[in-house]
């Protein structure tokens, strides 16, 4: 189960005084390269007058989302927001030896290269000390006078929860807040094959991907906005049977990183159900049974990606992903933005069925 949140009300938004569909919570799959998709998706939601980011979380890549979403929003607004996501993604391109980017800081050469032959040579199986001895992490560079940790938590900012997995237990750690620095955002983004665990306050850490792959409930629980918007980078389902050693590899990680979300979304649907005819005893119980949930994905789009986009950190490939995401926020807002505030546009009744 993963560790409680503890979002004060002076941080969340007054729903009294917000119209229908304006308070939401984000919350951002990771998916390495995939995440770009996420960042076409922020690109639109962001032009949406009226919708207002109540609470965002993420995980991974969707942890860098998120943070570049809340520092844009705390500084400068949309505008910034949509700055900062472009500014950091560039800099992902430019840290694969992408050679079509432009716009990056000399100073990010040195790591170029570093990230794509890493992730190439992931497939081989090595350790990761044969695959990155120097246990380099590029996105360190990435972050490096981006992100400022400093203005987490101000007004204008939506609270900021990124998750993280202990190594020790396999536990989720959420940060939020103050407590989220480059350290907290390279854990959430720690892929064990290929980095270093990063080490905070004592404890190892890996990706949060593994254990909370983005926090839902206890956003929830700990009174997010009830229109929860989860943004995924994978897709639910692959009907087609894998047989090639890179194709269950891939999927193998798929459902590595999707059993947490899984979860979390079957734990929902089951509350949901218990409590749905039962006069609320708590504002916990009441929560729950009052969320509605959201899903912007690209389904039949991601089952069509080459084998190893996730590690295709190349510019062209990253605005491939970008516009993919525009295509899906943009059929979102079509069909099924009209619900927020009203209902669940995503029906979790399947998951709440009794496994036995």
């Not at 949406?48 to 809340?70: D, E, F, Q, T, Y």
């Amino acid at each position: 189960m993963n560790a409680p949140v503890t979002l004060t009300s002076g941080e969340l938004p007054d729903p009294a005084s917000l119209s229908r569909s304006q308070a939401v919570t984000l919350a951002l799959q990771g998916g390495g390269s995939l995440g770009a998709f996420a960042w076409g998706v922020l690109d639109k939601l962001l032009d949406v007058p009226g919708l207002r980011i109540g609470v965002v979380s993420g995980a991974s890549a969707g942890a860098m989302n998120a943070a570049m979403l809340a520092q844009g929003l705390a500084t400068g607004g949309p505008a910034e927001a949509k700055r900062l996501l472009e500014a950091f993604w560039r800099r992902v391109a430019m840290s694969s030896g992408s050679p079509d980017v432009t716009g990056a800081a000399d100073w990010l050469f040195p790591f170029s290269g570093i990230m794509a032959d890493a992730l190439r040579q992931t497939t081989k199986g090595l350790a990761r000390q044969q695959i990155n001895p120097l246990g380099l992490n590029p996105l360190r560079a990435v972050l490096d006078g981006l992100f400022d940790p400093s203005v987490l938590g101000r007004d204008g900012a939506p609270p900021l929860v990124v998750s993280a997995t202990r190594v020790s237990s396999g536990e989720a750690r959420l940060f939020q807040d103050a407590e989220i620095t480059t350290e907290v955002l390279l854990a959430s983004s720690c892929l064990p094959q290929l980095f270093p665990a990063v080490e905070i306050e004592g404890e190892f850490y890996w990706d949060g991907g593994f254990s909370s792959n983005p926090p839902l409930r206890s956003l929830i629980e700990a009174g997010a906005p009830s229109d929860v918007i989860l943004v995924r980078t994978t897709p639910q389902e692959r009907p087609v049977m894998p047989t090639s050693g890179a194709a269950i590899l891939e999927r193998t990680e798929e459902l590595t990183f999707g059993a947490a979300l899984r979860q979390e979304l079957r734990s929902l649907a089951s509350a949901q159900r218990l409590i749905a005819d039962l006069p609320a005893t708590s504002e916990t119980l009441e929560r729950l049974r009052d969320a509605r949930l959201h899903v912007i994905g690209a389904e039949e789009e991601f089952r069509a990606l080459k084998i190893g986009s996730h590690q295709d950190a190349s510019w062209a490939f990253l605005q491939e992903m970008r516009e993919l995401g525009h295509r899906a926020a943009e059929d979102w807002l079509a069909t099924d933005f009209a619900g927020v505030g009203h209902r669940s546009t995503f029906n979790l009744s399947s998951l709440a069925q009794p496994l036995l």
